[in-house]
């Protein structure tokens, strides 16, 4: 995998390739590490009231939103993940302690009171795909669920009994597929947080089993 520094995202065009170019730019193109954005604030609200306990923040990017989670009352301790080397290091430098890992592969069984993840979903041509840390951060595959279904099979091994996850749902990557995939690994849904956008519309779901 090669890192956002050493690439030049190719010019094309096209529907999708301009979605994507505008939500980079949004984003902070050129930067390996995912800036906080619109649907980091909504994962971030939703924390702020449904999060408790051991919180983990899957894909943690520069840190902001486990930071937020720092200052929830009933947030006893707040990690993340990212397989962004980038992404680590600046969460770190946020005082969140970031472990470079897949998903949630380092954690052990049943710890995770609150598991939080604001997924890459755009969906993405794969030949247009820019082999990048910008890519690893935007892109969820053909479907814009090449990320969330393994993230959804792997949660429920981590979670603790009662334990919940606050999943960013993007409508790029359709909700209703995204929250049937959910039903299927056994969790019962719930949208607690909504917000319309001129490309899309970002739910925060609290799926518990
Ligand atoms: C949309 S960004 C969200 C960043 C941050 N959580 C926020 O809301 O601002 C998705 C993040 O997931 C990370 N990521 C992508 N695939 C991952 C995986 N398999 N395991 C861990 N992190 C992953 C990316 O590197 C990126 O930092």
Redesign the pocket.
């Known amino acids: 995998m090669s890192d956002a520094n050493d690439t030049d995202p190719p010019q094309e065009s096209g529907a999708e390739t301009d979605t994507r170019d505008a939500l980079a730019d949004r984003?902070g193109l050129g930067d390996p590490?995912?800036?906080?954005?619109e649907?980091?604030g909504l994962?971030a609200e939703a924390g702020a009231t449904h999060a408790r306990g051991v919180a983990c923040?899957?894909?943690?990017?520069?840190g902001?939103?486990?930071e937020q989670l720092r200052a929830v009352d009933a947030v006893d301790h707040v990690v993340g993940?990212?397989?962004?080397p980038h992404?680590c290091r600046e969460a770190r430098a946020r005082g969140v302690e970031a472990a470079r890992?897949?998903?949630v592969s380092a954690l052990a069984d049943n710890v995770v009171d609150t598991l939080l993840?604001?997924?890459?979903?755009l969906p993405t041509d794969p030949e247009n795909e820019w082999d990048d840390?910008q890519e690893?951060?935007?892109s969820g595959g053909e479907n814009g669920r090449a990320?969330i279904e393994?993230?959804l099979d792997a949660a429920p091994r981590v979670l603790a009994p009662d334990g919940v996850v606050l999943l960013?749902v993007s409508s790029l990557a359709g909700f209703a597929d995204v929250v049937g995939y959910a039903v299927d690994c056994g969790f019962d849904a719930e949208t607690v947080r909504e917000e319309s956008y001129p490309y899309e519309t970002l739910s925060v779901v609290r799926l518990s089993a």
Request: hydrophobic share 45%; net charge negative.
């Open positions: 984003r590490v995912y800036q906080p954005a649907d980091s994962l923040e899957v894909g943690t990017g520069s902001w939103v486990a993940t990212d397989l962004n992404a890992v897949d998903l993840f604001n997924p890459p979903y840390w690893r951060a935007l990320v393994p993230f960013l």
